[in-house]
């Protein structure tokens, strides 16, 4: 079973600034994972896939990076909305077999 | 637009089966083009994928709970269900039900969701 790592747990930011997320995997996923935000009391939303990829309507301040088993989220500039947890996930094998990170909050400083 | 709706109830008692369905609009579980999935969040914890079905009936779960999951589909209604035996406390939490698409590079993710529905396992 993979397991998923993320740190910080909580990230605190100013409006403004540059946000770095951290995602581990116990073993090489290769580019086979996403990233999710998500707001108090609402679903998850996608943001980026294939380790890099943003998903359709995500601004280009949220950009993905890694392989294997080191992945980063970066968030250029923080803007007001982009408070909330954010969650990795990889899959694996044939079928694929999904797993979650413990999340990250990013909170205002 | 594809928008996803779970439904179902809200306490289920402890040992019984909660069951709960996801009636898709804007789209359609009989596309060979996606999956369609559960996922779960107890309150104020993280996210635990449940499973996925095909349009076809081939199913994948998650295995910590594969031996109490079953997800079917109904394509006349549009609609997927999970079915989640002997259930106790530790099944509490929000459930979504979500769409899993997949590119040419074999990449998935989970791309449309639910709002989820909290269910709460209690006698």
């Known amino acids: 079973e993979i397991v998923m790592t993320q740190s910080p747990a909580t990230l605190s930011v100013s409006p403004g600034e540059r946000a770095t997320l951290s995602c581990r995997a116990s073993q090489s996923v290769s580019s086979n994972l996403a990233w999710y935000q998500q707001k108090p009391g609402q679903a998850p939303r996608l943001l980026i896939y294939g380790a890099s990829t943003r998903a359709t309507g995500i601004p280009a301040r949220f950009s993905g990076s890694g392989s294997g088993t080191e992945f980063t989220l970066t968030i250029s500039s923080l803007q007001s909305e982009d408070f909330a947890v954010y969650y990795c996930q990889q899959y694996n094998n044939w079928p694929p077999l999904f797993t979650f990170g413990p999340g990250t909050k990013v909170d205002i400083k | 637009q594809v928008q996803l709706q779970e439904s179902g109830p809200g306490l289920v008692k402890p040992s019984e089966t909660l069951s709960l369905t996801c009636t898709v609009s804007g789209g359609s579980v009989s596309s060979g083009s996606y999956y369609w999935s559960w996922i779960r969040q107890p309150p104020g914890k993280g996210l635990e994928w449940i499973g996925y079905?095909?349009?076809?009936?081939?199913?994948n779960y998650n295995p910590s709970l594969k031996s109490r999951v079953t997800i079917s589909v109904d394509t006349s209604k549009n609609q997927f269900s999970l079915k989640l035996s002997s259930v106790t406390a530790a099944d509490t939490a929000v459930y979504y039900c979500?769409?899993?698409?997949?590119?040419?590079?074999?990449?998935?993710?989970?791309?449309?969701w639910g709002q989820g529905t909290l269910v709460t396992v209690s006698s």
């Open positions: 079905i095909y349009y076809s009936g081939s199913t």
């Open positions: 979500a769409r899993v698409s997949y590119d040419y590079h074999g990449h998935y993710y989970f791309d449309y």
